[in-house]
């Protein structure tokens, strides 16, 4: 199955940003689902995580109150909300599954990862 993350692009500080990711072969509601991202010279970090059944989401303080991450399940999507972004959000940003349902930003148990999306936030 594939996962596919889209929606990057170049904004201006302070601007939103709305990420998707789509699966493909998997129905991604059964699952826990994280987004992360990678800076250049970066180790890759967690931005959110949204459990299968509960939708309990988590953040990290870098992004609490900024991002938002949700699911369809009909259209088999999960989302990332990022607004007021910041010049240092700028990275790749990947989606990635495994199978677990509980969200966590550690990436040790997601198994599957779609390709990442750039985000640049620069004036």
């Known amino acids: 199955f594939q996962l596919q993350a889209s929606g990057g692009g170049l904004v201006q500080p302070g601007g939103s940003l709305r990420l998707s990711c789509d699966a493909s072969?998997?129905?991604?509601?059964?699952?826990?689902i994280g987004w992360f991202r990678q800076a250049p010279g970066k180790e890759r970090e967690g931005v959110s995580s949204?459990?299968?059944?509960?939708?309990?989401?988590i953040y990290p303080d870098s992004v609490k109150g900024r991002f938002t991450i949700s699911r369809d399940n009909a259209k088999n999507t999960v989302y990332l909300q990022m607004n007021y972004l910041k010049p240092e959000d700028t990275a790749v940003y990947f989606c990635?599954?495994?199978?677990?349902?509980?969200?966590?930003?550690?990436?040790?148990?997601?198994?599957?990862w779609g390709q990442g999306t750039q985000v640049t936030v620069s004036s």
């Open positions: 949204i459990s299968s059944s509960s939708g309990k989401t």
């Open positions: 072969g998997i129905t991604l509601d059964y699952y826990a």
């Open positions: 990635a599954t495994g199978h677990f349902a509980e969200a966590t930003l550690d990436e040790t148990p997601y198994a599957y």
